[in-house]
């Protein structure tokens, strides 16, 4: 199973979707004023050659022509200092373990909703805890474990990830440690990559025969038959392979780029790019395209990732996609990193009915946040949702500002780096025995990571470093829901959902008498 899931991926792009160094100036050598100025000439000239070949041999190490990057930053930044790593291929001793006096004030906010969805992931394990030998099963799918000791950062690679998914997730993490030095506490975990979460609920089940405790595995998306530990993905860092800024960055051009047309003046269509061939349920989309027979409101493009590598990502630029009012979102092998694309661009986002999430969609309401799309009549629900959204305009528009607001203001960065200490928080509750640095484990740091990139990996990285622990402390996790609160959730999605359903059967049954 896992062997077909590589080649699946291998073959397809999946569902998912500068600073410059500055030398070290040393305290300078104070000269005694008998040495002659010829002397000193030539202490001059030495240093400024002994500069010039660290700065070369950077580049030349980093496999990139590009200037050399960021190479110290002030005391109260975090240095990263290539020329040293280069040359000891080890990292750094001063990989910060603890925050300072001036850092980690008080909380200034409450957590987004979305993170009590953390103690549900959990609640496997909070009767019985975490134990090595669980967390040992879960190395059947697992791409690496992650060790973190006393702030550092290491590391155990088990198979081979697609694309740079692993590489970013890895820098995330580092960068959530420079975010919060000395909070995050020690653990071992297990990361799968990879599209689909395969720990079956199933299989765990207290009904079957000699059933045991899940193993905990973390990955990027979970569904109701699984209990895979959801956990940002990669692209929040960038992904390099298709062009797709850091998310931080983007969601700026974004915001800007729902500015150029006003939600009015846009196409009064359904709008949807992306890669046809990962699944069914895209393919069946791309017959709702118009045709000289039928216009079902949508304008859906079949994108070919090859061709556009070599035109240089001219096609895919995400910022400029948000001319049209409505916007299609659809699943790929499984969930899609273009979900928080497409729910940025202030157009009424069409969900086609989802059956995985990720660690933020939980808390999106239907006709609030999105519209939802039926899966096995996608071209006949398309059609009316976007009837009914131009016939309802000042409706329509505030669905499809909620959800750009939700984006912007519930996952930025801070968020984002918020549920990450969370999680991990948590679940380092669990853990049962003491974490400990495998034989075979590497240390992580910055310069490990960062100083044997070039090109567009190593640019995503320098664009999304962390140079300085954070002001204040993560925002406060909220409470675990309730059952009653739970089901009450469920049921208002079920009731949205069937509303909805309602209006289209109306609008069918007259269009056809």
């Keep these: 199973m896992r062997e077909n899931r590589e080649q699946q991926a291998y073959s397809q792009y999946g569902s998912g979707i500068y600073n410059h160094f500055k030398e070290t100036i040393r305290p300078y050598i104070k000269l005694p004023a008998r040495l002659s100025i010829f002397v000193f000439l030539i202490f001059l000239l030495v240093c400024s050659f002994v500069s010039t070949r660290l700065l070369d041999s950077t580049a030349i190490l980093s496999g990139s022509a590009q200037k050399p990057f960021l190479a110290t930053e002030t005391s109260a930044h975090v240095p990263l200092d290539c020329a040293a790593f280069n040359l000891t291929r080890k990292c750094p001793a001063y990989f910060p373990t603890s925050i300072s006096e001036n850092h980690g004030g008080p909380s200034v906010s409450a957590c987004p909703e979305y993170f009590r969805w953390i103690h549900e992931d959990l609640r496997p394990w909070a009767g019985t805890g975490i134990t090595r030998e669980m967390v040992e099963r879960a190395k059947t799918t697992a791409n690496f474990r992650l060790v973190i000791v006393n702030g550092k950062v290491y590391l155990e690679k088990y198979r081979r990830a697609f694309q740079t998914r692993d590489v970013f997730t890895l820098w995330g993490i580092l960068q959530l440690l420079q975010r919060y030095p000395g909070k995050v506490p020690d653990l071992e975990l297990m990361l799968d990559c990879f599209d689909w979460p395969v720990v079956k609920l199933s299989e765990y089940s207290g009904e079957r025969p000699n059933s045991t405790t899940p193993p905990p595995l973390f990955g990027y998306c979970g569904d109701d038959d699984t209990l895979d530990i959801v956990f940002p993905d990669w692209s929040f860092w960038g992904w390099p392979e298709t062009h797709i800024k850091p998310w931080e960055n983007l969601l700026n051009d974004l915001k800007e780029g729902n500015k150029k047309t006003r939600w009015i003046d846009r196409e009064p269509y359904a709008y949807w790019k992306g890669n046809p061939k990962v699944s069914q349920t895209r393919q069946e989309l791309m017959k709702c395209n118009v045709s000289e027979q039928q216009d079902w409101n949508a304008r859906v493009y079949a994108l070919d990732w090859d061709r556009e590598s070599k035109q240089g990502y001219k096609q895919s630029n995400l910022a400029s996609q948000c001319n049209h009012r409505y916007k299609i979102y659809i699943e790929g092998y499984t969930w899609s990193v273009s979900e ?91 853990l049962t025995f003491k974490p400990i640095i495998p034989p075979k484990a590497k240390e992580l740091c910055l310069e490990y990571m960062a100083c044997r990139m070039g090109g567009l990996k190593k640019e995503f990285m320098m664009e999304t470093m962390v140079k300085s622990p954070a002001e204040t402390n993560p925002c406060t996790l909220p409470p675990p829901y309730d059952p009653q609160s739970l089901h009450a959730i469920f049921r208002r999605r079920e009731i949205s959902i069937k509303q909805v359903e309602s209006w289209e059967k109306q609008y069918w049954d007259d269009h056809n008498n």
Excluded at 366 to 387: G, L, M, Q, T
Excluded at 392 to 402: D, F, L, N, T, V
Excluded at 414 to 425: E, K, R
């Design 340 to 430: 928080k694309y497409i729910l940025a661009c202030d157009s009424v986002t069409l969900i086609v009915k989802p059956h995985y999430y990720d660690f933020f969609t939980r808390s999106l309401r239907p006709i609030d946040h999105y519209w939802p799309i039926k899966d096995n009549e996608k071209c006949r629900s398309i059609k009316f949702a976007v009837e009914w959204g131009n016939t309802h305009k000042q409706k329509a528009q505030a669905i499809g500002k909620a959800a750009s607001e939700f984006i912007q203001e519930e996952l930025k960065m801070d968020y984002v780096y918020d549920y990450m200490f969370h999680l991990l928080n948590e679940y380092a509750k669990l």
